[in-house]
């Protein structure tokens, strides 16, 4: 069964330091998705991502996050200068069909970020 | 904004026993719905979605879930549980203006065998 898989599943970085972690989406899935959880906290939208453009984004996505699919199979969030409360398990997803229109969102494991 | 709740964070059942877990959210449009299940060191996975028609919705191993508008609720169910149902339970809401999914707050299911 195709998976969406993640890399790395657990990085540790200082404060301030540039982090990215990788997403290879299923192959033929057209839109591609970011969350974030932080512990004991609900599971949070960051951005969408669709026909390589940001198709949206919350309020969490700043100016420090970015989004990338720079060969047309990984998915990388990059996050500049890591703050303590970036710390959260992220999740990257995607799906053949956007959410509006039945679509189903494939998750992977996740990458847990602890920022020290 | 909208929002989803699920207000049982926590629910132990013994083997056979029925499960039922709430969700409400906060949107008066047209909403699509959706439960999402984690087992003990997995991903995420769609158990069942509603986006029009009858409003109770089957979904994987036996559960379902039935949307009622008037009280803003999808709440899953499941007749009788087993211990390979021990898990945490995301509800979730697409409000059809975008592809975001608003999370609720999870609930841990344990069963005990």
């Known amino acids: 069964e195709p998976e969406v898989t993640q890399t790395p599943s657990h990085q540790v970085t200082q404060m301030g330091q540039e982090v990215i972690l990788r997403c290879v989406p299923i192959?033929?899935?057209?839109?591609f998705y970011w969350y974030r959880q932080i512990l004991g906290q609900k599971v949070e939208f960051l951005v969408s991502?669709?026909?390589?453009?940001?198709?949206?984004k919350s309020e969490i996505f700043d100016d420090q996050f970015s989004v990338e699919r720079p060969d047309g199979s990984n998915f990388t969030l990059k996050i500049r200068s890591t703050k303590l409360e970036d710390s959260a398990m992220y999740f990257c997803?995607?799906?053949?069909?956007?959410?509006?229109?039945?679509?189903?969102?494939?998750f992977g494991e996740g990458s847990r970020l602890t920022v020290l | 904004a909208q929002s989803v709740s699920q207000h049982n964070h926590h629910v132990i059942l013994s083997e056979a026993a029925s499960l039922e877990l709430g969700c409400n959210y906060s949107?008066?449009?047209?909403?699509?719905l959706f439960w999402y299940v984690q087992y003990p060191g997995q991903h995420l996975q769609l158990l069942l979605k509603?986006?029009?028609?009858?409003?109770l919705v089957k979904g994987i191993k036996g559960f379902e879930a039935e949307f009622i508008k008037s009280k803003f609720s999808f709440n899953l169910r499941k007749p009788s549980v087993q211990w390979s149902d021990t898990a945490e339970y995301f509800c979730?809401?697409?409000?059809?203006?975008?592809?975001?999914?608003?999370f609720g707050g999870g609930t841990r299911l344990m069963v005990k065998p």
């Open positions: 997803a995607s799906s053949l069909q956007g959410a509006t229109n039945t679509g189903e969102l494939f």
């Open positions: 192959s033929n899935h057209l839109y």
């Open positions: 991502f669709y026909n390589n453009e940001i198709s949206e």
């Open positions: 949107y008066g449009g047209t909403v699509n």
């Open positions: 509603y986006f029009s028609g009858d409003p």
């Open positions: 979730a809401v697409n409000n059809n203006a975008g592809n975001m999914l608003t």
